[in-house]
């Protein structure tokens, strides 16, 4: 049986491997006929459309020629021209050996087709480096996407990212088709735009901790960080961004997330004393602008006309997601209006204050795009477009009410998710997913109608940002790639249309056949798909599913191998595998039983108060986030874990927040074990609420202590340590 799976993989690569052309995303119509064009430094780039002046300056670049004409030459040349009978971002490609013609709909159409064009050459075409003469893939290509929105978001609120660092993702994501950049400027964490008639948003709270007004990130209050994008930074990234075919799509989250404008205009808040004020270490964490103060609109009205004005996109994103509703109900006067207007619904308030704004959009000719939050209560225009986050359920119930929607549900295309259970990420309680959930989401499959799916305008992946922090912030651009591709491959073919046939074994084999390459040369840290171990009858071994090198680690002792068969070992946990592929890697993965841990009986104690409802005596539960205070830490507070028995194991592992989420955490704090349950001794620091020691001795009893009081920081959750049993 194991023999005739075999053969079939093999021959299902030799079916894919007969494909020579494999482009991300598949176009809608590849012939294949051989007779190849030959770039040589002699080719010139021919255009007579004055529309596509910045393509040819773009193609000279990547192909290193210097040669560009009005007229077409007889031959060796690479024409970009417009055919109005095609659609905007319609075109057509032809390989002869005397040209590459190039002929398109409009400006995006012609992009599109010159990024096949990279993709017919060697990869090395993306790092501008590339030895001619070069061959072009002798072929005829006709195409145009399904949907007109492939989006990309990145959150710069919760982490600054350089300018750089942003043209850099332009380019990323426009290599593979994606044509919008919706950019999360604003959020409770930073405003990162400069506002002339309101300079304190960018210059005060552009930055969080040491003197700001605004909380640092865990906790962190000594170093104070961030950063904004000046007016002509936003400028030159808008015209980078078009010369890609990429729109921008602004994004000032309002009137909830909106912490960063209320610390410069607390007069914005709600209209009552804020109870939580304990809880939080005296910070005013409220974060939801009051819908019923009229001065709110002026000054909104005077942010959002700088904004309207910096971008050109008939879309400007106004947020309203997870507004803290409780907090309108609490305010006098908020409430009062929806007394007087019969409702009790504090999304009917919601509904008030997005059409307001909708009003001021509209002087400024723009439409506003919306959480799904905003389409709860009823009353948003039509005119609007529902980005859909929050499952692909709340989709389809947006679109059952009639709404254009972007779809981007967070089990699917939340890319700061975790790509599985056991590496880093952020984690919640829709769990991980990898390319392959992102690549294989079917509408069809998950019940969407035709009526439903003919109001999706096209799909998204957001990233958002406050996690990778405790990673290195902007200098850790690696972990949002890895995060991001090739997640965002399987994004760009569902906004394609999933030419290939969506069947995962087609678009992987595309992948590692042609695209890997690619992206090592475009200088992405993408991550691979791990390899799958097996452990029968005392072999452990792992199954190759592509063209990397497969490396294995005995953590026993340390020594890294190349793989090369399968291994004999009765302690099949103690090995970790990984595949390689030039400099990109696999996360590390390893048989079931490397996670099998202990549950020793253990009681918890705390300096702190406990929350009723997560009682301390569910830590013998063994399970996360089920403990939680009622208030948060201060310097000095202890949670002491007590076992009934000294455990031995080979690794512990403590959580003094919500896991994997870095959240709701004892942010700067040690742990101390202790052998005898009387006498600790200081063994590690916390690194963002998490703490590990490998081979400790016997333990009686942990405790975790703070070290500094977190102000402005929530409840604390804690989970029951995890515990690993020696090998
Ligand atoms: C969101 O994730 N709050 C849009
Ligand atoms: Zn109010």
């Given at each position: 049986m194991k023999r005739l799976i075999l053969t079939m993989t093999a021959l299902m690569m030799a079916v894919y491997a007969v494909?020579?052309?494999?482009?991300?995303?598949?176009?809608?119509?590849?012939?294949?006929?051989?007779?190849?064009?030959?770039?040589?430094?002699?080719t010139v780039v021919a255009c007579e459309a004055e529309e596509l002046a910045p393509l040819v300056g773009y193609v000279c670049e990547y192909l290193d020629l210097y040669g560009a004409v009005k007229c077409t030459p007889r031959s060796n040349y690479i024409a970009l021209a417009l055919d109005k009978s095609l659609a905007e971002e319609e075109y057509s490609l032809a390989v002869s050996s005397d040209a590459v013609i190039i002929a398109a709909g409009g400006y995006g159409g012609a992009f599109n087709g010159v990024q096949t064009l990279l993709q017919l050459l060697p990869s090395k075409v993306y790092t501008k480096q590339m030895r001619l003469p070069a061959v072009v893939r002798g072929c005829d290509v006709k195409d145009k996407p399904k949907y007109?929105?492939?989006?990309?978001?990145?959150?710069?609120?919760?982490?600054?990212?350089?300018?750089?660092?942003?043209?850099?993702?332009?380019?990323?994501?426009?290599?593979?088709?994606?044509?919008?950049?919706?950019?999360?400027l604003t959020d409770n964490q930073g405003w990162r735009i400069e506002i002339k008639s309101h300079p304190d948003l960018a210059k005060v709270a552009g930055f969080r901790g040491g003197d700001s007004p605004l909380r640092a990130a865990l906790g962190k209050w000594e170093e104070k960080y961030g950063g904004y994008y000046t007016q002509e930074d936003i400028r030159e990234v808008v015209e980078y961004a078009a010369v890609r075919n990429v729109e921008i799509i602004p994004e000032i989250d309002l009137p909830g997330h909106s912490e960063a404008l209320l610390r410069i205009y607390p007069e914005m808040l709600c209209n009552f004393a804020n109870k939580d004020l304990a809880v939080n270490g005296n910070y005013d964490a409220r974060n939801a602008i009051c819908a019923t103060k009229e001065g709110n609109y002026k000054i909104l009205e005077e942010i959002l006309a700088e904004i309207c004005t910096l971008f050109p996109s008939h879309h400007l994103h106004i947020g309203g997601d997870e507004v803290r509703l409780t907090q309108w109900l609490q305010c006098p006067d908020c409430s009062a209006w929806l007394k007087r207007h019969?409702?009790?619904?504090?999304?009917?308030?919601?509904?008030?204050?997005?059409?307001?704004?909708?009003?001021?959009?509209?002087?400024?000719?723009?439409?506003?795009?919306?959480?799904?939050?905003?389409a709860f209560g009823g009353g948003l225009s039509k005119e609007a477009l529902v980005y859909g986050w929050k499952s692909a359920d709340v989709c389809k119930q947006v679109m059952q009410k009639g709404y254009r929607t972007i779809?981007?549900?967070?089990?699917?295309?939340?890319?700061?998710?975790?790509?599985?259970?056991?590496?880093?990420?952020?984690?919640?309680?829709?769990?991980?997913?990898?390319?392959?959930?992102?690549?294989?989401?079917d509408f069809a499959e998950q019940g969407f109608t035709v009526e439903n799916t003919n109001l999706v305008e096209g799909f998204e992946a957001p990233f958002w940002s406050e996690i990778f922090l405790h990673n290195g912030g902007d200098k850790s651009i690696d972990y949002i790639e890895y995060m991001t591709f090739p997640r965002l491959c399987a994004v760009a073919e569902q906004g394609w249309g999933k030419n290939g046939g969506g069947e995962w074994e087609e678009f992987h084999h595309r992948l590692y056949t042609r695209h890997y390459d690619r992206m090592c040369d475009m200088g992405l840290n993408f991550r691979i798909t791990p390899p799958e171990v097996k452990y029968e009858e005392g072999m452990l071994s792992v199954e190759k599913i592509d063209n990397s090198?497969?490396?294995?680690?005995?953590?026993?002792?340390?020594?890294?191998c190349k793989y090369k068969s399968a291994i004999s070992t009765s302690k099949p946990a103690k090995y970790l595998f990984w595949a390689e592929y030039r400099g990109a890697k696999s996360p590390e993965v390893a048989h079931a039983s490397r996670y099998e841990t202990l549950k020793p009986k253990v009681k918890l104690t705390s300096s702190m108060p406990e929350n009723p409802d997560y009682p301390f005596s569910n830590v013998g539960l063994y399970d996360v986030n089920k403990m939680r205070t009622s208030r948060t830490c201060r310097k000095g507070d202890w949670i002491l874990f007590e076992f009934e028995e000294p455990v031995e194991c080979r690794e512990i592992e403590f959580w003094a927040g919500a896991y994997g989420v870095y959240a709701r955490m004892i942010p700067k704090g040690h742990l101390e074990l202790s052998e005898d349950g009387v006498n600790f001794e200081r063994v590690a620091e916390l690194d963002n609420s998490c703490v590990r020691v490998i081979n400790p001795r016997p333990i009686k009893a942990a405790r975790i202590v703070a070290d500094a009081t977190y102000i402005g920081g929530y409840e604390i959750r804690f989970s029951s340590p995890i515990i690993y049993p020696k090998w």
């Open positions: 494909s020579a052309v494999a482009i991300v995303p598949q176009p809608q119509s590849v012939i294949e006929h051989g007779r190849a064009f030959v770039v040589r430094p002699s007109a929105y492939r989006g990309f978001m990145l959150d710069v609120a919760r982490t600054f990212m350089t300018k750089e660092n942003v043209l850099r993702y332009i380019d990323y994501i426009s290599y593979h088709k994606i044509n919008k950049l919706h950019w999360h019969g409702y009790t619904d504090g999304y009917k308030l919601e509904d008030m204050f997005i059409n307001r704004i909708q009003a001021i959009l509209a002087k400024y000719g723009k439409s506003p795009s919306v959480w799904n939050e905003a779809f981007m549900p967070q089990e699917f295309f939340y890319l700061d998710m975790r790509q599985s259970r056991h590496e880093e990420g952020r984690l919640n309680r829709r769990g991980a997913f990898d390319l392959r959930k992102t690549y294989s989401f090198t497969i490396y294995y680690r005995d953590d026993s002792n340390g020594k890294v």
